[in-house]
C-alpha cells in the first residue's frame, strides 16, 4: 500500500477537526455520482491487444513519461489544484494507475492568490540510470522553475529545490550516457523578439552531485522550425540521446487548434550546446491535427501536440501528447486529454501520427496488454459513485489552491464542508473538493443537507472553468425562503434559474451535459424536476474562457461570499 503525505496531511486535519469554526452552517454531501456515456467510447475492442484514445480522459494535459526498469510513470499539469502533478504507473503504457501526486505537501506547492490556470505548468519526469533517481522539473508561476527528486516515486518527493537562472517555462531535464545533465527550456529570445508569440529554447548543464545549474545557458532554437513562417511558442521541449543522434522535439503553433509537435537532431558527436549542431526535420511537423484532416471526421481530436517519446522494454517507441475533444467547432469543455500513440522511425526521423491522418480512437499493440482487476475510471465509458466513507479521500478529488484542511470532514457522515466565505469568484481557497468532467456527454448527481443563513449562503455544485467561467447550482435563501438557484458566469453573472424548495428535506441536484448544452435537475421529494433544460455551457470552454484547465465538478459551499 502506498503511504504518502498526503495521507498525513489528511491525518493532521481529522486532529484539528475539534477545534473548527464554521463561518456558517455546515453543508452535508451524502454521495457523488458520476457516469460518462460518449459515442466515441461506444467501441467493442479486444484489450489484451488494443486500448482507447485518449488513455487519460479530462483534465491531463502536458503528459510527460520515463521508464524505470519494467515499469513506466506518466505526470501531467495541475495548475492550481492542489495536491499537484498527478503521478500514474503502468508496466504496459496503456492501463494506467494513480499512485498518488508529486506534489503534496504544502512547503512543495504554494499556490496563494494564484489564478485557476497558474500554479503548476508543464512537469517532465525523468529517471537517471546513473544514479537511479527519479526527477521531476516544473514552473510554478507564483515562484519560478525548481525540481524535487526521489528514489521510489511511490514514498514522496523532496522539497522543491529552486533553480532561478531559469527565465521561461517548461523546463525538462536530459541525463546522457556519461552522467552529464542538462536542462533544456522555453525562454525568451536573446536580443528580443522579431515578432509576438517568438520564443526560443535554452539549454543549461546541470551537476548532479550538486543539484545545481553550471554556468549560463545557450539558446540552440530561437523561434522555432521553418523560422520563415515565423513560428510562435516554441515550448514543451525534451532531450534524447538515440543511436548516433541527440534529438529535440518541441511543442510549436499555441496550445490552440494550431498546435503541433516538431523536432530537430544534432549529431552525438558535436556540441548539443551550440545551435549550429542542429538540423530540423524536414517532415516537421512530427504531429499535429491542424491540417489536411476531414473536419468533419468522426471522434473528433483537435489541438495535438506537447509530446514526450519513450522506448519500451521490447524496444518499440512510444509517444504521449495532449489533444481535446470538440465538440463543436474549438470548442471543448473537457480539457486537454493524454494520447499514447507508437512511433515509427524513417531515414533516421520519428514520426509519432502521418500528415493528413486522423487519431486514431482505437490503437493496435505490438505486446500483450493486462488490464486492471478494477477500474481506474481514466478512459472509455464508466460510472462510478463516491459516498466519502473512507478514512482516505479518492484521489480523483483535488482542491483549488492549498486548502484549508479543517473545513472538511469525511467518513460515516459522508462529506461534511464547514463553509468560509470566499466565493468561486476569488483569488481565495475554496471550501470545495473538485474532480474532473471526462465525458463529453456526461451526467452528476449529489444530494446536500444544508441551512443557508443569508441570500449569499450557497451549497452544491459547482462546475469551474476558472473564477469568472463558471456555473454554480445549489441550495440558498430566495427572499428569505429556501431555494435552489443555477447562476452562470461569463465576465458576468447571471441567475438562468430557482425555484422555492422544501426547506426540511435534503436536496438532490443533478447535471446532465451532452456537447455544449448543460440540464440541471432537482428534488425535494422523490421526483426529479426540471430548473434549467438545454443551458449554453460554452462558457466552460477555454476556446471562450481562457486558460488551460477543463472543467472541473465541484462540491461547493460559501458562507457569505462578497456581499
Same mark, same amino acid.
Given at each position: 500500500?502506498?503511504?504518502?503525505?498526503?495521507?498525513?496531511?489528511?491525518?493532521?486535519?481529522?486532529?484539528?477537526?475539534?477545534?473548527?469554526?464554521?463561518?456558517?452552517?455546515?453543508?452535508?454531501?451524502?454521495?457523488?455520482?458520476?457516469?460518462?456515456?460518449?459515442?466515441?467510447?461506444?467501441?467493442?475492442?479486444?484489450?489484451?491487444?488494443?486500448?482507447?484514445?485518449?488513455?487519460?480522459?479530462?483534465?491531463?494535459?502536458?503528459?510527460?513519461?520515463?521508464?524505470?526498469?519494467?515499469?513506466?510513470?506518466?505526470?501531467?499539469?495541475?495548475?492550481?489544484?492542489?495536491?499537484?502533478?498527478?503521478?500514474?504507473?503502468?508496466?504496459?503504457?496503456?492501463?494506467?494507475?494513480?499512485?498518488?501526486?508529486?506534489?503534496?505537501?504544502? =512547503?512543495?506547492?504554494?499556490?496563494?492568490?494564484?489564478?485557476?490556470?497558474?500554479?503548476?505548468?508543464?512537469?517532465?519526469?525523468?529517471?537517471?540510470?546513473?544514479?537511479?533517481?527519479?526527477?521531476?522539473?516544473?514552473?510554478?508561476?507564483?515562484?519560478?522553475?525548481?525540481?524535487?527528486?526521489?528514489?521510489?516515486?511511490?514514498?514522496?518527493?523532496?522539497?522543491?529545490?529552486?533553480?532561478?537562472?531559469?527565465? #521561461?517555462?517548461? @523546463?525538462?531535464?536530459?541525463?546522457?550516457?556519461?552522467?552529464?545533465?542538462?536542462?533544456?527550456?522555453?525562454? @525568451?529570445?536573446?536580443?528580443?523578439?522579431?515578432?509576438?508569440?517568438?520564443?526560443?529554447?535554452?539549454?543549461?548543464?546541470?551537476?548532479?552531485?550538486?543539484?545545481?545549474?553550471?554556468?549560463?545557458?545557450?539558446?540552440?532554437?530561437?523561434?522555432?522550425?521553418?523560422? =520563415?513562417?515565423?513560428?510562435?511558442?516554441?515550448?514543451?521541449?525534451?532531450?534524447?540521446?538515440?543511436?548516433?543522434?541527440?534529438?529535440?522535439?518541441?511543442? %510549436?503553433?499555441?496550445?490552440?487548434?494550431?498546435?503541433?509537435?516538431?523536432?530537430?537532431?544534432?549529431?552525438?558527436?558535436?556540441?548539443?550546446?551550440?545551435?549550429?549542431?542542429?538540423?530540423?526535420?524536414?517532415?516537421?511537423?512530427?504531429?499535429?491535427?491542424?491540417?489536411?484532416?476531414?473536419?468533419?471526421?468522426?471522434?473528433?481530436?483537435?489541438?495535438?501536440?506537447?509530446?514526450?517519446?519513450?522506448?519500451?522494454?521490447?524496444?518499440?517507441?512510444?509517444?504521449?501528447?495532449?489533444?481535446?475533444?470538440?465538440? %463543436?467547432?474549438?470548442?471543448?469543455?473537457?480539457?486537454?486529454?493524454? *494520447?499514447?500513440?507508437?512511433?515509427?522511425?524513417?531515414?533516421?526521423?520519428?514520426?509519432?501520427?502521418?500528415?493528413?491522418?486522423?487519431?486514431?480512437?482505437?490503437?493496435?499493440?505490438?505486446?500483450?496488454?493486462?488490464? @486492471?482487476?478494477?477500474?481506474?475510471?481514466?478512459?472509455?465509458?464508466?460510472?462510478?459513485?463516491?459516498?466519502?466513507?473512507?478514512? =482516505?479521500?479518492?484521489?480523483?478529488?483535488?482542491?483549488?489552491?492549498?486548502?484549508?484542511?479543517?473545513?472538511?470532514?469525511?467518513?460515516?457522515?459522508?462529506?461534511?464542508?464547514?463553509?468560509?466565505?470566499?466565493?468561486?469568484?476569488?483569488?481565495?481557497?475554496?471550501?470545495?473538493?473538485?474532480?474532473?468532467?471526462?465525458?463529453?456527454?456526461?451526467?452528476?448527481?449529489? %444530494?446536500?443537507?444544508?441551512?443557508?443563513?443569508?441570500?449569499?449562503?450557497?451549497?452544491?455544485?459547482?462546475?469551474?472553468?476558472?473564477?469568472?467561467?463558471?456555473?454554480?447550482?445549489?441550495?440558498?435563501?430566495?427572499? #428569505?425562503?429556501?431555494?435552489?438557484?443555477?447562476?452562470?458566469?461569463?465576465?458576468?453573472?447571471?441567475?438562468?434559474?430557482?425555484?422555492?424548495?422544501?426547506?426540511?428535506?435534503?436536496?438532490?441536484?443533478?447535471?446532465?451535459?451532452?456537447?455544449?448544452? *448543460?440540464?440541471?435537475?432537482?428534488?425535494?421529494?422523490?421526483?426529479?424536476?426540471?430548473?434549467?433544460?438545454?443551458?449554453?455551457?460554452?462558457?466552460?470552454?477555454?476556446?471562450?474562457?481562457?486558460?488551460?484547465?477543463?472543467?472541473?465538478?465541484?462540491?461547493?459551499?460559501?458562507?457569505?461570499?462578497?456581499?
Amino acid at each position: 500500500m502506498i503511504i504518502d503525505n498526503m495521507k498525513k496531511f489528511i491525518i493532521a486535519a481529522a486532529m484539528a477537526m475539534s477545534c473548527v469554526v464554521a463561518d456558517g452552517q455546515d453543508a452535508q454531501f451524502s454521495y457523488f455520482s458520476y457516469k460518462g456515456n460518449d459515442s466515441r467510447f461506444n467501441k467493442s475492442i479486444d484489450a489484451s491487444h488494443q486500448y482507447l484514445n485518449p488513455i487519460l480522459a479530462g483534465f491531463y494535459p502536458d503528459p510527460s513519461f520515463c521508464r524505470a526498469g519494467d515499469a513506466y510513470y506518466l505526470v501531467n499539469s495541475s495548475f492550481s489544484f492542489y495536491p499537484g502533478v498527478p503521478i500514474f504507473k503502468s508496466y504496459d503504457l496503456v492501463n494506467w494507475t494513480q499512485i498518488g501526486h508529486v506534489l503534496d505537501r504544502p =512547503e512543495q506547492l504554494p499556490l496563494k492568490r494564484q489564478r485557476v490556470s497558474g500554479g503548476i505548468f508543464a512537469p517532465a519526469i525523468s529517471y537517471n540510470e546513473k544514479n537511479k533517481t527519479f526527477y521531476m522539473i516544473t514552473t510554478n508561476v507564483g515562484m519560478g522553475n525548481f525540481f524535487v527528486k526521489t528514489k521510489d516515486p511511490s514514498k514522496g518527493w523532496s522539497n522543491p529545490i529552486a533553480l532561478p537562472k531559469i527565465d #521561461g517555462i517548461d @523546463p525538462s531535464f536530459f541525463f546522457d550516457k556519461d552522467g552529464k545533465g542538462y536542462i533544456v527550456h522555453n525562454g @525568451p529570445v536573446d536580443g528580443g523578439a522579431d515578432y509576438e508569440g517568438q520564443r526560443a529554447i535554452r539549454i543549461f548543464r546541470f551537476d548532479t552531485t550538486g543539484d545545481s545549474i553550471i554556468g549560463t545557458y545557450r539558446q540552440i532554437v530561437r523561434g522555432g522550425t521553418h523560422v =520563415e513562417a515565423k513560428p510562435i511558442w516554441i515550448e514543451g521541449p525534451h532531450l534524447y540521446r538515440i543511436g548516433k543522434y541527440y534529438y529535440l522535439m518541441c511543442a %510549436e503553433g499555441g496550445t490552440g487548434d494550431w498546435h503541433s509537435e516538431v523536432i530537430l537532431r544534432a549529431s552525438v558527436k558535436s556540441d548539443i550546446m551550440d545551435p549550429a549542431s542542429w538540423e530540423e526535420c524536414p517532415n516537421n511537423p512530427i504531429l499535429t491535427q491542424r491540417t489536411g484532416v476531414d473536419p468533419n471526421r468522426p471522434d473528433i481530436v483537435t489541438s495535438t501536440g506537447h509530446a514526450d517519446l519513450l522506448q519500451d522494454k521490447n524496444g518499440n517507441w512510444w509517444a504521449v501528447f495532449l489533444g481535446c475533444r470538440a465538440y %463543436e467547432g474549438p470548442f471543448y469543455n473537457t480539457g486537454r486529454d493524454t *494520447y499514447l500513440l507508437p512511433v515509427t522511425w524513417k531515414d533516421g526521423w520519428p514520426e509519432i501520427l502521418e500528415k493528413g491522418k486522423n487519431l486514431p480512437t482505437v490503437v493496435t499493440t505490438p505486446h500483450k496488454l493486462t488490464p @486492471p482487476q478494477q477500474p481506474a475510471y481514466l478512459t472509455g465509458n464508466f460510472s462510478y459513485t463516491d459516498r466519502f466513507d473512507s478514512k =482516505e479521500l479518492n484521489q480523483r478529488w483535488i482542491f483549488l489552491r492549498n486548502p484549508e484542511m479543517q473545513r472538511y470532514e469525511w467518513g460515516n457522515k459522508g462529506l461534511t464542508i464547514h463553509p468560509s466565505t470566499a466565493d468561486i469568484s476569488q483569488l481565495e481557497p475554496l471550501s470545495a473538493l473538485f474532480c474532473r468532467q471526462q465525458h463529453n456527454t456526461f451526467s452528476a448527481e449529489t %444530494e446536500v443537507n444544508f441551512a443557508p443563513k443569508g441570500k449569499n449562503d450557497v451549497a452544491g455544485f459547482a462546475l469551474l472553468q476558472n473564477e469568472h467561467f463558471n456555473f454554480v447550482f445549489g441550495k440558498t435563501l430566495l427572499d #428569505g425562503k429556501p431555494a435552489v438557484t443555477l447562476t452562470r458566469a461569463e465576465r458576468g453573472t447571471v441567475l438562468v434559474g430557482s425555484a422555492f424548495i422544501n426547506a426540511n428535506a435534503p436536496l438532490r441536484l443533478k447535471i446532465e451535459g451532452d456537447g455544449r448544452y *448543460y440540464s440541471f435537475y432537482y428534488a425535494d421529494g422523490n421526483d426529479w424536476k426540471p430548473l434549467a433544460i438545454g443551458v449554453d455551457a460554452v462558457n466552460l470552454s477555454t476556446s471562450r474562457s481562457g486558460g488551460f484547465i477543463g472543467a472541473c465538478i465541484g462540491l461547493y459551499a460559501t458562507a457569505g461570499g462578497k456581499k
